[in-house]
């Protein structure tokens, strides 16, 4: 008896978008590296590379990430 199973159909109601395709899934279609999710909605799924941009902002410019020791003088 397996231990684990993969599981190649998608629950109702998960919502995933696909990095390689660039599409929204109901369910994991695709292997969990080329998939962000799993989102509530289809319509939180769609917006998910914008999601991503925004926190990747925040991050960027959060001064408790960048106290200037790391960065080479001049960037």
Do not use: I
């Not at 279609?29 to 914008?50: I, L, N, Q």
């Amino acid at each position: 008896m397996a231990l684990f199973k993969k599981r190649t159909v998608g629950r109702p109601g998960e919502w995933y978008y696909c990095l390689q395709h660039q599409k929204v899934e109901e369910g994991p279609e695709c292997p969990a590296k080329d998939r962000f999710g799993p989102y509530t909605t289809r319509t939180e799924a769609e917006h998910a590379m914008e999601t991503a941009r925004e926190r990747n902002l925040e991050w960027e410019n959060d001064p408790r990430w960048h106290d200037g020791a790391s960065r080479p003088e001049g960037e």
